[in-house]
């Protein structure tokens, strides 16, 4: 089993709707986890981290299930902008170090007009 | 914008070639790391450095060697180079060495391997 999965998309999403999608790891040790957006071309950039009660930040809404082991991330209203490929990053090292930090492939949204 | 450049941002080697990549973050952070992206493949870590002191990691060939002369600089020293290697080698920094903390990506070497 991967350590870190989510679908690749693409999803396409018309522009206002909402949008959820989820990702699962396999270490139940996992502590950090952590959505990133990465831009064509471009480097990944810290979206928002994910807290055990969840957190919520403008539009983006993300939760953890430990139980089921996944993370979520809606996108409410969406807009173009918001066209992305979202990385899932867990801590999948109990060993405590930046290193046992996991990517997914990501998921692949396009919102569209 | 970014606190983390590389350079260059583009490299076309061949084989027998050795290039060097570059990093530098301006951001006062303690922990740099190097990842390579391929192709509808995760992110992979590749190598951390703590304070300067490289985290061991055992899954990289050798071909590829990194260099930390300080916090703000990291190399990555590629040699003898394979096909397979071409692709996105991002550099990127943290606070601290801990999984909590955010990290910032420079915008990557696009490297081709001929």
């Known amino acids: 089993r991967k350590e870190v999965e989510q679908d690749p998309g693409p999803f396409n999403v018309p522009e206002g709707a909402t949008v959820a999608f989820n990702c699962t790891y396999s270490?139940?040790?996992?502590?950090?986890f952590f959505w990133y957006r990465q831009d064509c071309r471009k480097e990944p950039k810290l979206l928002m981290s994910v807290y055990s009660s969840g957190n919520e930040d403008g539009r983006f809404t993300a939760q953890l299930n430990r139980a089921s082991q996944y993370i979520s991330l809606l996108i409410r209203d969406s807009k173009l902008s918001d066209s992305a490929t979202y990385l899932c990053v867990v801590n999948a090292d109990s060993g405590g170090g930046a290193d046992g930090l996991t990517f997914g492939k990501g998921t692949h949204l396009i919102i569209q007009p | 914008e970014t606190g983390v450049t590389q350079t260059p941002r583009h490299l076309v080697m061949g084989m027998t070639n050795k290039k060097s990549l570059k990093c530098e973050q301006h951001l006062g952070h303690n922990a740099m790391y190097w990842y390579k992206q391929s192709a509808k493949k995760p992110l992979e870590l590749m190598f951390v450095y703590s304070l300067e002191e490289r985290v061991e990691n055992n899954s990289v060939p050798s071909r590829f060697s990194p260099e930390c002369p300080n916090s703000s600089h990291l190399f990555l020293h590629l040699h003898t180079l394979q096909p397979e290697d071409s692709a996105l080698y991002l550099c990127a920094s943290s606070q601290d060495f801990l999984p909590y903390y955010e990290q910032y990506f420079g915008p990557g070497t696009r490297l081709t391997v001929t």
């Open positions: 270490n139940s040790a996992s502590q950090s």
